[in-house]
Each structure stands twice: as structure tokens, then as C-alpha cells.
């Protein structure tokens, strides 16, 4: 007797109630974790208590999506989150369903460069800021130190011409 041949697969067998909702609450976000938390908590606390620890030990609470476990790196997922995400459904037609996806991926990847060019170009203008404020700040201490040269050397004549205006005190005595 083959033991292989006995073995259940998790994905074809029948789920519980537990997996079913965990699955529907999954498909729909961390929102749909949270909103039930809240209501459980209104409705009776320990069970949104527990829920609450299931959420932190499965790391549903600190992850970007809910349905983690999922490969998210297939395009075809991509494609599907991002209809679900922006209200796009599938039309029935492929080819133009392929082209909507290709042309919102586009769209996408144009916004990204765009956004990161704002953001050189933000860069770029807080340090042309930078530098003018710097050199405005540099040219005041330069004049500040050519002042106090200037008043260094008014204070030597002032104090000359006091000395030669008290020499005449001087000679009397």
C-alpha cells in the first residue's frame, strides 16, 4: 500500500470555517481584519481580543497585504490585484483586457519616473536654496569682519587724535 496516495492536499481538500473566513477576510484587506476586530470587540470583547493576538502572531497587522503567502511576484497577480484595486474588472475580451493591463502598467511606471523627478527636482531646488543662503551668510561675515577692520582702524585715529589733543594738557603741567 502506497502511503503517497493517502496523502490530502491542503488546496483541493475541504476547509473549515476558520480557513474559509481567514481567507474571505484575506481577500479583501487589512481592513476588512481590522472592521472585524472592532465589531467583535463591540459585539463580545474576548473573541476581538482574540482576534487581536491572532492578527499580531500571524503578522497580519504589520504587513503591507494581508495575503501575504501568496506569490506576489507573478504579473498575473499584479494584474489582478491592480483590477481589484482600481475597480477594473475583466471585460470577457482578452486582447483588450491585455492591452488595458499593459497600458495601466504604463501609466503607472510613467507616474513613478515623474514622481522621482519631482523629487530631484525638489532636491535640486533645497540645495540651490542651500548654497545661496550659504553664500548670503558668507558675504555677511565678510563684511562684518571688513566693518570691525575699518572700526579697528577708526578706533587707532580716534585714539591718536585724542593724544595729540592732550599733549597741550601735558605741556602745561
Not at 470555517?17 to 476586530?37: H, P, Q, T, V, Y
Not at 481580543?49 to 491572532?54: F, R, S, T
Not at 513613478?112 to 545661496?132: C, G, I, P, V, Y
Amino acid at each position: 500500500m502506497n502511503t503517497a496516495a493517502h496523502t490530502t492536499h491542503y488546496e483541493t481538500a475541504a476547509r473549515g470555517w476558520f480557513s474559509r473566513a481567514e481567507a474571505w477576510l484575506d481577500a479583501r484587506g487589512k481592513g476588512a481584519w481590522i472592521a472585524a476586530m472592532v465589531v467583535s470587540f463591540i459585539f463580545f470583547w474576548p473573541v476581538g481580543l482574540a482576534l487581536l493576538a491572532y492578527m499580531i502572531w500571524s503578522k497580519r497587522m504589520f504587513s503591507k497585504s494581508c495575503s501575504h503567502r501568496h506569490g506576489h511576484n507573478s504579473q498575473t497577480w499584479q494584474d489582478r490585484h491592480m483590477s481589484h484595486r482600481h475597480g477594473f474588472a475583466s471585460s470577457g475580451n482578452t486582447a483588450f483586457d491585455a492591452y488595458k493591463a499593459d497600458t495601466l502598467r504604463r501609466l503607472m511606471s510613467e507616474q513613478e519616473a515623474f514622481e522621482a523627478f519631482l523629487e530631484r527636482l525638489r532636491a535640486a531646488k533645497d540645495k540651490s536654496e542651500f548654497d545661496q543662503f550659504m553664500d548670503e551668510r558668507a558675504e555677511a561675515a565678510r563684511n562684518s569682519h571688513i566693518d570691525e577692520h575699518d572700526f579697528d582702524e577708526d578706533a587707532e585715529d580716534i585714539a591718536e587724535d585724542v593724544e595729540i589733543l592732550d599733549e597741550p594738557k601735558r605741556k602745561k603741567k
